[in-house]
């Protein structure tokens, strides 16, 4: 029935596919209930479940708790007639996870699972299929741009009806059932093929028939992005007469077929304008990170001048860098706000108008000056997709980002690398200027942001969390309001200190603690918090934003601008003395 039929894989009872009608006479799927013992570690962070994978694996019912725990949360009454749409980014451990989600699903009660062709489906076609086949949510197996492998990370994310990533009240009810699981329930002996495309149907016991339909991973994402951007316009500019020459780094990631289908067959752009597209379990060795260190290798290709545009993708396809010939580096939160300053160049906005702007708190303010420009209302939200997801579904946010290379609209509720990619060609196409000149133009006329930020990965808990607490008591102390603080020829003045709190103003939720800030009297502003998406120890994240409008100041090199500020930041909380770092890890 198969072609591509895994090693070990033995059928069981499918009673029926597209093409044959239910058989009766299949064995029933038995449901078995374990019990177990919960764990205290499950708490999904910024963006689901993140752990080693040797934590999944060593740990007796490690993800079969994460996994019955995000199934409980769903109510009974939704689970039969309901679809849970399944995907992965392709790294190691995935397919075990979808055999268990399958088993674990189909002892619940859940009518159908709806999974990509050997698991394979990015973050953002995850979100586009729920919302299309209007399922109740969805399981995404990644943990995003962490490295993959069996030394590597694994990750599992629940996301909702909306499309998006479950926001804080329903993982906090997960967390708080992972806490006190004391059984699982499962069909151990249920077994689906992963690569053949169509329906498998199963007879399990007590619960009517389940049913598990493999899609083309592809064909659904790539019909909305046909809706979204001008497809003869985008195919003129990458192979028509004047075209540009593109170079895609999917990072041996889930974007590698998207970018294939989309921008190579479709979009007639050189079969060699796209590498590392075949997804792999360990991303080939490398962190699948779309940043300048990890995607050093684009970096230096894009620097020997060949190439007109390039741009990563992470791990789950949700992330994007961009880069102009030469390597120009367009920051993820300048990145926003030129999006959303040429935001008519996308057919997607000139039906839908723009109801809104977003960005979480520690992406620059870029977008903010094009807010006030174009008399758009900008929303600040805290660290996390999740938080953009309410907005866009009242209607108030059409385009958001984050500086953690995070770009997207309310086409979805994910943010979406290669939607990002092919906004910047429609504007490219529109405009006819190179990546470099649009950037400088849009600084020349909306002033430039001056951003940056230092990651202290795997730093010791302990400590992290002590240079915080110590650093909010500093801060808090009101002495330190009105204090000012030199470095070189540059002073600076506090006007505010807080650690960011963000009111929904959709449901009224609260979130709290959210990152410690010091705003300037000139606007200028230092950030540290914690990062949620790390798997070994803390990562402490440290941001820098400062805006300058001196046409003379506004190319100049962001550590060279930013350099005080960043002095005064470590001054004041001390982080090299206390953690022992002398320096970041990476640098953006
Ligand atoms: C996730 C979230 C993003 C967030 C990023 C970084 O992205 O979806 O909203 O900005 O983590 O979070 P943190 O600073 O807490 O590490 P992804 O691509 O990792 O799923």
């Not at 009673?15 to 029933?28: D, E, L, R, V």
Request: net charge negative; glycine share 10%; charged share 20%.
């Amino acid at each position: 029935m198969s072609v591509c039929m895994q090693e070990g894989y033995v059928p069981f009872i499918p009673i029926g596919t597209q093409t044959a009608q239910a058989n009766s006479s299949g064995k029933m799927v038995k449901i078995t209930v374990v019990k177990t013992s919960a764990y205290t570690d499950q708490k999904p962070g910024t963006s689901g479940l993140r752990k080693r994978v040797t934590v999944f694996q060593r740990n007796q019912h490690y993800a079969e708790n994460f996994i019955q725990s995000i199934i409980s949360a769903v109510d009974p009454s939704q689970r039969q007639e309901g679809t849970l749409v399944v995907g992965g980014d392709g790294r190691f451990f995935m397919k075990d996870a979808i055999q268990l989600i399958v088993q674990i699903a189909a002892a619940n009660g859940i009518g159908r699972l709806v999974i990509g062709q050997n698991g394979i489906m990015s973050t953002p076609a995850v979100s586009c299929v729920i919302r299309k086949i209007k399922a109740i949510g969805g399981i995404i197996l990644t943990a995003s741009h962490n490295p993959g492998g069996p030394s590597g990370d694994f990750g599992i994310k629940y996301n909702i009806s909306n499309g998006g990533p479950a926001p804080e009240g329903i993982t906090d009810k997960i967390f708080q059932i992972s806490k006190s699981i004391q059984e699982y329930h499962i069909c151990p002996e249920l077994k689906v093929d992963l690569c053949a495309i169509g329906k498998q149907t199963f007879e399990v016991d007590t619960f009517k028939p389940f049913t598990v339909e493999i899609v083309d991973s592809v064909e659904s994402y790539a019909e909305m992005l046909r809706d979204i951007f001008d497809f003869a316009a985008l195919k003129e500019l990458l192979s028509g007469p004047n075209h540009i020459s593109v170079r895609l780094d999917a990072m041996h990631g889930v974007v590698g077929p998207y970018v294939k289908k989309i921008v190579c067959d479709e979009l007639g752009s050189p079969a060699n304008s796209a590498v590392n597209c075949v997804p792999s379990e360990d991303f080939g060795g490398h962190h699948p990170d779309p940043n300048l260190t990890y995607a050093a290798d684009l970096v230096s290709t894009m620097k020997g001048g060949e190439y007109d545009f390039g741009a990563a993708f992470d791990g789950d396809g949700d992330r994007n860098m961009i880069l102009g010939k030469h390597g120009f580096f367009v920051n993820p939160s300048d990145s926003v706000a030129v999006i959303g300053a040429n935001i008519t160049c996308i057919p997607y906005f000139q039906k839908t108008g723009v109801k809104g702007l977003a960005r979480s708190m520690p992406t620059s303010g870029a977008l903010d000056n094009v807010a006030k420009a174009l008399k758009m209302q900008l929303y600040e939200t805290p660290t996390g997709w999740k938080f953009f997801g309410n907005l866009m579904d009242a209607g108030k946010l059409s385009l958001c980002g984050e500086e953690s290379f995070g770009t997207g609209s309310d086409h979805i509720r994910e943010k979406d690398g290669l939607w990002a990619v092919l906004a910047w060609l429609s504007i490219l196409a529109s405009r006819k200027q190179s990546v470099e000149d649009v950037m400088k133009e849009h600084w020349q006329k909306f002033g430039r942001n001056f951003f940056t930020r230092y990651d202290y990965e795997e730093v010791d808990s302990d400590a992290a969390n002590k240079m915080i607490a110590d650093l909010q008591q500093i801060m808090f102390d009101k002495a330190f309001i009105g204090q000012t603080f030199s470095s070189g020829d540059k002073t600076y003045k506090v006007e505010k200190a807080d650690n960011f709190e963000y009111t929904d103003p959709v449901d009224g939720s609260v979130s709290k603690g959210q990152g410690l800030r010091i705003i300037f009297s000139d606007g200028s502003r230092i950030i540290f918090r914690l990062s949620g998406t790390g798997s070994a120890g803390a990562t402490i994240r440290l941001y820098i934003d400062s805006f300058e409008n001196d046409p003379q100041k506004i190319y100049q090199d962001p550590q060279v601008m930013l350099a005080p500020l960043v002095d005064i930041a470590l001054r004041i909380s001390q982080l090299q003395e206390k953690t022992g770092r002398n320096g970041p890890t990476v640098i953006t």
